[in-house]
């Protein structure tokens, strides 16, 4: 089982930035692989970035350029620093693990993750 928190969502103007972080516990790292995912209101959630298990990065097209996906394995933790924030990337934003033994992380991974945290908001007023 894995345990995931996140931390570091808040308020900012459109422009600005913020670093997310998610602590994940119960060894998720030998079969899981971790991402962000958000959800804005009235919208479908959708993945933002994510890890695979090669240790390659994957990023939503609505990302790419703007946001870093980062991880520190020692400390567990799963960091998404968020650069030149946009109004419309305003949402909640949930780490999540899926099981990716034999699977390819990119666009729809968050259908498959099996653990989510309790997600921190993000918004970004224009």
């Known amino acids: 089982q894995v345990q995931l928190v996140e931390s570091g969502g808040g308020s900012v103007e459109a422009g600005g930035s913020l670093r997310l972080s998610c602590v994940a516990s119960?060894?998720?790292?030998?079969?899981?692989?971790i991402g962000w995912s958000r959800q804005a209101p009235g919208k479908e959630r959708e993945a933002v970035a994510a890890?695979?298990?090669?240790?390659?990065?994957w990023y939503a097209e609505s990302a790419e350029g703007r946001f870093t996906i980062s991880r520190d394995n020692a400390k567990h933790t799963l960091n998404l620093q968020m650069n030149s924030l946009k109004a419309e990337d305003t949402a909640m934003y949930y780490c999540?693990?899926?099981?990716?033994?034999?699977?390819?992380?990119?666009?729809?991974?968050?259908?498959?993750?099996?653990?989510w945290g309790q997600g921190t908001q993000v918004t970004v007023s224009s």
């Open positions: 119960g060894d998720p790292y030998s079969r899981y692989c």
């Open positions: 890890f695979d298990s090669d240790g390659s990065t």
């Open positions: 999540a693990a899926v099981y990716c033994v034999g699977y390819r992380m990119g666009a729809g991974w968050e259908r498959r993750a099996r653990y």
